[in-house]
């Protein structure tokens, strides 16, 4: 079996595949604030559940801290989100042009033609139109996030809603509640307003062909769906695997890293009892000032990684030598 691990900023994924990518088992866990805890705790959970944890012959990680976590779990491949969303989606369905991802701060468009991704684009540092934006708004509304989409469902009026900034968003629906507007025509406004503000911001300038496939935290809610399906006048697949599609993709490349190379993984799930941790220091070395993160493990530096010429991390190489 083969593991897939896609730290983000909200949540963080775990997928366990097979030698035919079957589906073996998946998990997906909040990341709240500390990669390093989520990680371990998923690893506990999966572990737990695995019939042979000595069958997991490769790791692969990707998300914003898949570096980070790739040194934490030997890992046996690093990739960005795009490329592991595009295997994990092709291994489903194979025909996908257009594959929409909306996680919890990051929104993400990937173009696909005959198998192949040949264009993306990303979004700004603006959390508007995503998972976390549908969080905090959530609590002001003292509504489950998950619950979000069947609000939308039931709305009767249509509450325009700004999109292109969480403030004005905020102080619209602050608004249309003095106004007198339900909840159900509020929430369905701004899953419109996502929607709006992604294709605005993500999409734009891209062409969007069938079979769109949307995956990632906010594709569990059917308000966005529908308001997606509405906006774009194609039908929207949700895959069933829509949240941990990242994690699927890196596992799948973590097979084809290990069987290519034919090495041997020093992955063990012991790793969750061990004690790791980072620290920073800023660089002196010249005026850039680069801050240096440090991974600990049981309190001894195994990586360093922020410097911008990479003196830091020559430094990583030239201490894992053997001394002479």
């Known amino acids: 079996m083969y593991l897939g691990i896609d730290v983000g900023s909200v949540s963080t994924n775990f997928a366990v595949i097979d030698v035919d990518k079957k589906v073996i088992d998946s998990l997906y866990i909040r990341t709240e604030g500390d990669p390093i805890s989520a990680v371990k705790r998923g690893l ?40 592991a969303h595009a295997i994990g989606t092709l291994n489903f369905i194979p025909e996908v042009k257009t594959i929409i991802e909306i996680g919890g701060q ?36 003292r509504i489950p996030v998950e619950e979000f989409g069947e609000y939308a469902l039931r709305a009767k009026t249509k509450a325009n809603i700004a999109g292109r900034c969480t403030v004005f968003a905020e102080s619209d629906m602050v608004h249309k509640q003095q106004l007198g507007f339900s909840k159900e025509d509020i929430i369905n406004g701004l899953c419109e307003a996502i929607v709006r503000n ?13 079979p769109v496939v949307f995956q990632g935290g906010v594709a569990a809610n059917k308000g966005v769906v529908k308001a997606l399906q509405k906006e774009l006048g194609i039908e929207i697949v949700v895959p069933k695997y829509y949240d941990v599609m990242g994690a ?69 190489v030239r201490e894992r030598l053997p001394k002479i």
């Open 44 to 83: 506990r959970e999966i572990q737990a559940r695995l019939l042979n944890e000595e069958a997991i012959k490769g790791v692969g990680t990707t998300g914003s801290a898949r570096y980070l976590v790739g040194i934490l779990v030997n890992a046996s491949v690093v990739k960005n989100e795009i490329i």
């Open 248 to 316: 699927i993709g890196a596992a799948i490349l973590a097979m084809e890293e290990t069987e290519q190379a034919g090495d041997k993984t020093n992955f063990d799930f012991d790793i969750a009892d061990i004690s790791f941790g980072t620290v920073s220091f800023e660089c002196s070395g010249c005026p850039n000032h680069c801050e240096v993160i440090e991974v600990l493990k049981a309190d001894k530096v195994v990586d360093r990684s922020g410097s911008r010429c990479g003196k830091w991390e020559i430094q990583n």
């Open 106 to 141: 990051d929104s993400k468009i990937i173009i696909i033609r005959d198998g192949i991704p040949v264009d993306f684009n990303m979004n700004t540092i603006c959390a508007a139109g995503t998972g976390s934006f549908l969080d905090h708004q959530a609590v002001r509304l």
């Open 198 to 210: 992604y294709l605005n911001n993500v999409g734009k300038g891209k062409e969007i062909l069938a």
